[in-house]
């Protein structure tokens, strides 16, 4: 559904000129565009920039060449000329923000659909894509806060239910998850509702109640995005990371800027020493979510294991500065310290483990005086 | 396709003969690798008790422990089995009894266990470490417990007497696994008592699920640490605690496993603790009672994420022959086992991906472990004994059993691999293991397995393995250094290949093993020469030729083979 959501804006971005003697050049790109022959459609293209570098049209159509062919990063930088020479411009900028995000650049995608938005409250297509973007940061309650008050305009959009469903059941808020459930249900069966239900159970624990919903939303449609991620997150925390690398690999096939699919794949194969298989993956998963501490983390061991000490050193150190209670990167920081022979500092993450773990059993005990998960 | 049928004499004679009908003519059939002695065979008809309550207290879980040992100095191997016995959460309603099995010679064994004042258990026992203390040539056992641990010294008459008030060891709290060794190279064996958890009935916790009213055995997690206890045999009969104010009693732990053992070559034997739910600790011995924890250091305290897991049996061994002690350590399902391969600079990898372990193990939960070439083809192998400690897991988890399967991984030169699968119908069966000894209880140069099972009969478990291949089986006797020659190391060459092994002690988990080494041969029928070089003080290295073959030795420091 996500994907049909965004489909529809590679449609119908070339303009026609005026015919021109002038413009012959141009207008001849254009037919090539339209006739599908992107690469001459480029040529012809480039070639009247070459004479007229700032022109709206040229650029933009350019720039939607580029990016049919998936070409982004030109794409993007054709957008950006676009836009100076017609900074108002909704099209583009939905165009370049639509780039942005096929190329799994989510923050610059954000940035040029949130204002987007705020100059054109009411464009469904920049609100949707916007909350798709924050659903692949995990900022589901930014999507809250931009959906929620849009209920009345998107009753009956299948998408909208989807995306609030989901930010609302990720955000813990499952009471007001499932209306959003309830209402795609009403339609009929469907992936979306047991991915959302799955969900659910997965959010309070029930990972093998998690794990039934998410292989019948799997078996109703393999092509909605992320229902193989989710699928694999609990096959792993039901056990089977077999079963789990698998799903990962599929939606990967599908939706390559998965986050979970590549941060989780790749852990799974830094696990197996499979480790140049895993930077990538783990690199790319980064890209997706800068700012997430378990990319972050992952990438920063994968480095250690690698033997790029200095770089992971320097990831870590950046992690454990931002997250100070984060165990795990205590210890793989003192481990690379220790590699490069600076005990003092090894030591001195050592003292931190010793503390944050001995808080940790303290909150752990005082919180099982009532009850405890089992092993 | 058409199915074909058996006429009815066909039939009849496959129904009389059995599988035996299918086997090629003229081929026998190998027994299986590791074969089960039933009860009615061995005489073995001791059952641990796990005291198992609706309360769930996590002691109940946590044994039993066993030891391969030779009490009465016959040659044969005996076996002694730890039970739980009377503590603050648990009085049973007859007095439960340790056993003691003395060999037979010819196959079975008799629980002697009363006669020698061995049997009464007097706190909620858990595992045995077996080491001649004293020098005198009799085994003394040391049975650690929830509550007091006993000290009992070998009369040599076959009789024990309880000296653990005398000795200076009637500690309480929660004491698991132990292991003799001699950390100051004096010729005395010490002790390292593994401590596990700060838990009495007065301070228990509620584990379990409130909606359903059920308890389950909690996390170690939600109880606090404790420090291992280090302790100097003072050569009288006494010993002293020497920890405090190092980095032994620093090192809060929860610690289930341990294995003396040289990581680094240095003479001065150090130690490897596995903990649960805390960092695992690697001790290494400075010499002076100086000693340094390296775990993180040395990358076996945690796992490659970062995550304390939960260690319980452990092992060392050169199981790639290069010269350096590896490392194993067990923990629980999801969380994979470890094999440290020593990189010779105090710094270890895990290997276990690379021989399959981790693969194998990550359902699993293990605790009984031990590396040894169990078909004497000069190879370390490696055996483990698996079940999950939480009976009602299968409630929870569609994956995880309570009982667990045996698995035995043979090195096949460069690599592990899991045989399990070919190993024998005792591979197939799930057992609640959990202490795991080692010993050659019919000292036919095979070594074989015996497994504490919690609540249930123990496990014995014969080696028809390597038939075809020759040994050698070493009695050493230290005179100058610990008369165990715990820390000796013996050198050989076969075929002009030259192999070493390092006399570790303990490993595997609440248990003590057969203290003589086998040498095998594989098909070689020849040992070129043999080397021992005896631990501290001692600085002897003895050198021998044309010793015999498949056969016990016994060879005395300095003076050779004594018979």
Same mark, same amino acid.
């Given at each position: ?147 929620? &008050? ?139 979510? &800068? ?85 | ?105 010819? *196959? ?6 009363? #006669? ?15 080491? /001649? ?13 929830? @509550? ?38 004096? @010729? ?15 301070? =228990? ?69 596995? =903990? /649960?739910?805390? %960092? ?7 010499? #002076? ?17 970062? #995550? ?6 452990? +092992? ?5 022959? +290069? ?42 939960? *293990? ?50 691999? =899991? ?48 038939? %075809? ?8 006797? *230290? ?7 715990? *820390? ?25 093993? /057969? ?49």
């Amino acid at each position: 559904m996500r994907l049909r959501v965004l489909a529809v804006w590679l449609g119908g971005v070339c303009v026609l000129a005026q015919p021109d003697s002038v413009e012959a050049t141009l207008k001849r790109a254009i037919e090539l565009h339209q006739a599908g022959r992107l690469q001459d459609a480029i040529a012809g293209y480039e070639q009247y920039l070459s004479q007229r570098p700032s022109h709206f049209l040229a650029l933009s159509n350019l720039g939607a060449a580029l990016a049919s062919l998936g070409r982004y990063e030109e794409a993007i930088r054709r957008y950006r000329e676009a836009l100076a020479a017609a900074p108002g411009h909704a099209g583009v900028r939905l165009n370049l923000a639509l780039a942005y995000y096929k190329s799994a650049q989510f923050e610059p995608a954000v940035s040029e659909l949130e204002s987007l938005v705020a100059a054109r409250a009411g464009d469904s297509r920049a609100v949707l894509l916007l909350a798709d973007c924050y659903l692949r940061q995990g900022e589901y309650r930014k999507i809250i806060e931009l959906l929620a &008050p849009r209920e009345a305009d998107f009753s009956q959009d299948r998408a909208f239910a989807y995306l609030l469903g989901m930010a609302y059941v990720l955000d813990r808020r499952t009471e007001l998850g499932q209306r959003f459930i309830e209402r795609i249900l009403g339609q009929r069966p469907s992936a979306e509702a047991e991915l959302l239900l799955g969900s659910i159970l997965r959010m309070g624990g029930d990972h093998p109640g998690a794990r039934k919903h998410f292989a019948r939303a799997v078996e109703l449609n393999p092509a909605l995005p992320s229902v193989h991620a989710f699928y694999g997150l609990a096959l792993l925390e039901t056990g089977d990371p077999e079963g789990a690398a698998r799903q990962f690999r599929r939606e990967l096939e599908k939706n390559p800027h998965d986050f979970d699919s590549n941060l989780n794949l790749g852990a799974l194969l830094r696990q197996e020493r499979k480790l140049e298989e895993a930077r990538p993956l783990l690199e790319h998963a980064l890209r997706v979510r &800068p700012k997430s501490p378990a990319a972050r983390y992952q990438l920063a061991a994968l480095y250690a294991d690698l033997g790029r000490l200095d770089e992971a050193r320097g990831m870590l150190e950046a992690l454990v500065a931002d997250v100070p209670s984060f165990v795990e990167a205590h210890v793989t920081l003192a481990r690379v310290y220790y590699r490069l022979k600076r005990k003092a500092d090894g030591d001195r993450q050592q003292a931190i483990v010793r503390k944050l773990t001995a808080q940790k059993e303290g909150d752990t005990t005082e919180a099982n005086r009532s009850e405890a998960p089992p092993r | 396709m058409r199915v074909p049928t058996l006429s009815r004499r066909a039939a009849l004679r496959l129904m009389v003969l059995g599988a035996s009908a299918l086997v090629p003519r003229g081929r026998a059939v190998d027994p299986p690798l590791f074969e089960e002695v039933p009860p009615s065979a061995s005489g073995i008809r001791w059952v641990h008790e796990n005291a198992m309550s609706e309360e769930r207290y996590l002691p109940e879980t946590l044994g039993p422990g066993c030891a391969f040992l030779d009490f009465d100095n016959d040659g044969w191997m005996d076996i002694f089995f730890v039970n739980s016995g009377p503590c603050d959460f648990y009085q049973p309603k007859t007095p439960l009894k340790n056993a003691l099995y003395r060999n037979n010679r010819d *196959g079975t064994f008799t629980d002697v266990a009363d #006669q020698a004042g061995v049997a009464r258990t007097t706190a909620f026992g858990m595992g045995v470490a077996v080491g /001649d203390y004293d020098n005198d040539g009799y085994p003394d056992l040391f049975v650690t417990a929830y @509550g007091r641990p006993t000290l009992y010294h070998n009369n040599g008459d076959g009789t024990f007497t309880d000296v653990t008030e005398k000795a200076g060891l009637a500690i309480g709290g929660w004491t698991t696994s132990a292991v003799w060794f001699d950390y100051d190279n004096d @010729g005395l064996l010490d002790l390292f008592v593994c401590s596990f958890v700060e838990f009495s009935l007065k301070n =228990n916790v509620f584990c379990g699920d409130n909606r359903l009213g059920r308890k389950y055995y909690c996390i170690p997690r939600v109880f606090k640490p404790t420090p291992s206890l280090l302790f100097h045999n003072n050569g009288d009969g006494t010993f002293t605690e020497v920890s405090r104010g190092t980095d032994v009693a620093r090192a809060l732990g929860k610690a289930l496993g341990v294995v003396a053992t040289d990581i680094n070559n240095d003479g001065w034997m150090d130690l490897f603790v596995a =903990n /649960d739910t805390v %960092q695992n600790f690697l001790f290494v011995n400075r010499g #002076q009672n100086r000693w340094e924890e390296l775990g993180l250091a040395a990358e076996v305290a945690f796992s490659a994420n970062g #995550q304390a897991r939960s260690g319980m049996g452990v +092992d060392a061994a050169d199981f790639d022959n +290069d010269g350096w002690q590896d490392l194993f350590v067990a923990n629980v399902d999801q969380e994979m086992f470890s094999l440290y391969r020593n990189n010779g600079d105090e710094t270890f990898r895990d290997d276990a991906h690379v021989h399959g372990i981790a693969q194998a193990t990550r359902l699993l939960s *293990g605790w009984g472990l031990k590396f040894f070439d169990f078909d004497n083809d000069g190879l370390i192998d490696l055996f483990l004994a698996n079940g999950h400690p939480d009976d009602m897991i299968e409630m929870y988890s569609t994956q995880v059993k309570y009982k667990e399967p045996l698995l035995l991984f043979r090195h096949e030169g460069e690599r592990l691999r =899991n045989i399990s699968h070919q190993a024998g119908p005792v591979f197939e069966k799930m057992f609640p293991a959990r202490g795991l000894a080692i010993g050659d209880y019919n000292n036919d140069g095979r070594i074989d397995v015996v497994v504490g099972n919690n609540g249930m009969a123990p496990l014995l478990l014969k080696n028809n393995a390597g038939r %075809q291949n020759h040994w050698l089986g070493l009695r050493l006797q *230290g005179t100058t250094c610990n008369r165990d020659a715990v *820390g000796a190391r013996i050198t050989w060459s076969v075929g002009g290949v030259k192999r070493s092994r390092l006399k570790n002690n303990g490993g595997s988990y609440l248990s003590s093993h /057969d203290p003589r080494e086998v040498i095998g041969l594989g098909r070689a029928t020849k040992l070129d020469w043999l080397e021992i070089r005896w631990p501290l003080p001692s600085r002897r290295v003895d050198r021998f030729t044309d010793l015999p073959l498949d056969r016990y030795v016994t060879i005395v420091e300095g003076k050779g083979i004594a018979s």
